[in-house]
């Protein structure tokens, strides 16, 4: 599986984005996808995830309520919908894929390149 995120921008404070985590591969559609971000001199940090058939999410506590992630299996993406921006959301976010998911994988072993989104005050 290989992936390409993508989406990311300069917005103001308060305003929304979209990420887009698009994927190669005919058995995409059995990987849970997870997103992350690295902010400049911060540890890599989860932000949410989406089991493989869009069943189960999960956000943290930072995200929860805020940011919204879904998925689109026929055309092979993960989407991060990301209202109410705040300036400590500006990071590098990245795209991760673990599975198949009868494999129970513990590990996000496919990673995106990674897309960066600005939030200004």
């Known amino acids: 599986v290989q992936l390409q995120a993508s989406g990311g921008g300069v917005v103001q404070a308060g305003g929304s984005l979209r990420l887009s985590c698009a994927a190669s591969g005919r058995t995409f559609s059995t990987y849970d996808v997870g997103w992350f971000r690295q902010a400049p001199g911060k540890e890599h940090e989860f932000v949410a995830s989406?089991?493989?058939?869009?069943?189960?999410?999960y956000y943290a506590d930072t995200t929860k309520g805020r940011f919204t992630i879904s998925r689109d299996n026929a055309k092979n993406t993960v989407y991060l919908q990301m209202e109410s921006l705040k300036p400590e959301d500006t990071a590098v976010y990245y795209c991760?894929?673990?599975?198949?998911?009868?494999?129970?994988?513990?590990?996000?072993?496919?990673w995106g390149q990674g897309t960066l989104v600005t939030v200004s005050s």
């Open positions: 989406i089991t493989w058939s869009g069943g189960s999410t």
């Open positions: 991760a894929a673990k599975g198949p998911y009868y494999f129970d994988p513990i590990e996000y072993s496919y």
